[in-house]
């Protein structure tokens, strides 16, 4: 199964356009089963998940934990991706302070 596991710092007052830019798996290269769980080091950050045309989920408030996300138990989203839709998950913090983001991300054909 494909995994994705990123570990991002994001400067106070930043934005991350896209935490997974840059993997493999960023795009989906057949129809997939993708479900995903973003944590963050302390509170004040908000995410956003899209999935081609899909939105996942609107801009919330990453749950903090110090590890990276739980399977299951953290992994909240899950969509359908079809071939060629390309993950996005935007970061901003609007802190004083640098926050770390942990992603995990797992697909599966379907």
Avoid: H, K, W
Wanted: with cysteine; net charge negative.
């Amino acid at each position: 199964m494909p995994m994705i596991l990123i570990e991002t710092s994001v400067a106070a007052g930043a934005s991350n356009s896209n935490l997974v830019s840059g993997s493999a798996f960023e795009f989906a290269r057949v129809r997939q089963l993708m479900s995903c769980g973003v944590v963050q080091s302390a509170t004040g950050g908000f995410a956003t998940i899209t999935s081609g045309p899909d939105i996942i989920a609107e801009e919330f408030m990453a749950p903090i934990l110090t590890t990276y996300p739980i399977i299951p138990d953290n992994m909240y989203f899950t969509d359908v991706m079809e071939q060629g839709d390309r993950l996005v998950i935007r970061y901003r913090n609007p802190t004083g302070g640098a926050l770390t983001v942990r992603t995990l991300v797992q697909t599966s054909p379907i």
